[in-house]
């Protein structure tokens, strides 16, 4: 018998040892000393099977500072939510802007005016032509919120 079967042997059975084992345990040295291992081991186990387990006290039920912790910080969150949801919006940023008109002028003064005939009948050629004023274009300034842009139009009177 060789020693892989004989340790096979013995660790699966060993109330009941065949014969040939018995015989391969006396004479090898290895397999005599497995088996008084397992032998130890299946003592040692059985002990431990009669052994009484001592009952297991729970410890002491302290102060639970966690819990009161924990609903301490989820009534901050809450009530500080509550509070930016109970603020009023805020408007908006209203730009001002500064419109500057130069160019027109008034009607009260002296502006040129040339009285037409009202034709009878409206062709092409009978419109008449009202010669404008030689004015300056008019200018609008707007102011912007950044200092350093301003923004000008420059509008045509004539129409062209």
């Given amino acids: 018998m060789k020693c892989e079967e004989c340790e096979l042997l013995l660790a699966q059975n060993e109330v009941d040892v065949d014969p040939a084992v018995e015989a391969h345990v006396a004479e090898c040295r290895n397999c005599r000393s ?9 003592h040692v186990l059985r ?6 387990m001592p ?3 729970a410890p002491g039920r302290g102060f639970p500072w966690w819990k009161w912790t924990s ?3 989820a009534l901050i969150i809450t009530l500080t939510a509550a509070w930016f949801a109970s603020r009023p919006v805020k408007p908006p940023h209203i730009v001002s802007i500064d419109v500057n008109v130069t160019g027109i002028v008034p009607k009260a003064a002296t502006a040129p005016y040339v009285k037409a005939e009202i034709p ?3 062709t092409p050629a009978a419109i008449p032509t009202v010669p404008a004023a030689d004015t300056e274009p008019l200018r609008v ?3 912007t919120p950044d200092p350093d842009v301003v923004i000008y ?3 045509d009177q004539k129409g062209e």
């Fill in 34 to 42: 497995l088996r008084l291992e397992l032998q130890a081991n299946a």
């Fill in 47 to 52: 002990g431990l099977a009669e052994e009484v």
């Fill in 55 to 57: 009952p297991v006290t």
């Fill in 71 to 73: 609903a301490a910080a």
């Fill in 120 to 122: 009878t009948t409206l």
């Fill in 141 to 143: 300034k707007m102011l």
């Fill in 153 to 155: 139009w420059l509008i």
